[in-house]
């Protein structure tokens, strides 16, 4: 797919993306003979694909990984709706950040990092850091090379997909193409249903954006987490009163991006607790957050 069909995509009405939506279901439901899940994170993107594919397919289950980083209004949520499978993995946060590494910047950055601190200069990613490589800009990010702690771009695989790849079911995915650089350039390599990729997913809310997200909550009256606050109307634009993201609560991907208050400094007021135990020294019991977040520039 070209990024002008994915634009394309993105600017059709709601009523039509809805359509084509249930279309890319439907195919991926039936290619399947109904061996299918929703990966449902709790999140506002997932709770609409899950409300979606349940008005087609009732009975399909979905699942739901326990890590321990979700916010706590997330897990609430979770536990009021039906037929969700709850999986967790065989490690926690702590454990990931001690053998592999922090997440920081994003994964890219994280991996390439993480792989230069293990193997040195001659590894093949220490050229990103050096010379003019593709579309991102990895030059910036040398000075994480001498990091005084591990990086990594692990905790995802492990304590996420790692639990999901033990499901036989192929699953439905609440991600969209306008969220990251990533996810954009993987769906423009395979659009909504991967069916000829190594690991089949579906992403059928993968041309929406954002607003789509909230207007079909709001005019579905699809029940969210609490955490999201109310979706209000402002400056023409819907969002939501609490937090505009959830994700992990621990991870600093794109944290360094935010306008302030970013995620920490909102978690410092909304979850006092848990952001002290994120920021305290790892040697003191917490997860030593804190001093990662000074050495990139990250205010919290």
Known sequence: MELWQLQQLQGLPLDIKIEKTKLR????????????????????????????????YPNVKAVFVDTGLEYPEIRNFVKTIDNVVWVRPKMNFKDVIEKYGYPVISKDVARNVGDVQKLGQNCWAYKCFTTEMGIYNFKKWTFLIDAPFKISNKCCNVMKKTPLNKIKAKPFIGSLACESRQRKTQYLKTGCNAFDAKKKISTPLGFWTEQDILTYL?????????????????????????????GCMFCMFGCHLEKEPNRFQKMKITHPQIYNYCMKPIEEGGLGLGRVLDYIGVKY
């Open 25 to 56: 279901i439907k195919e991926w439901y039936e290619a399947f003979d109904g061996e299918v899940y929703v990966s449902f994170s709790g999140g506002k993107d997932s709770t609409v694909l899950l409300h979606i594919v349940r008005e087609l």
């Open 218 to 246: 709001k005019m579905n009256n699809v029940s969210y987490s609490s955490i999201y606050g109310d979706i209000i109307e402002d400056k023409g634009k819907l969002k939501t009163t609490g937090l505009d993201r959830t």
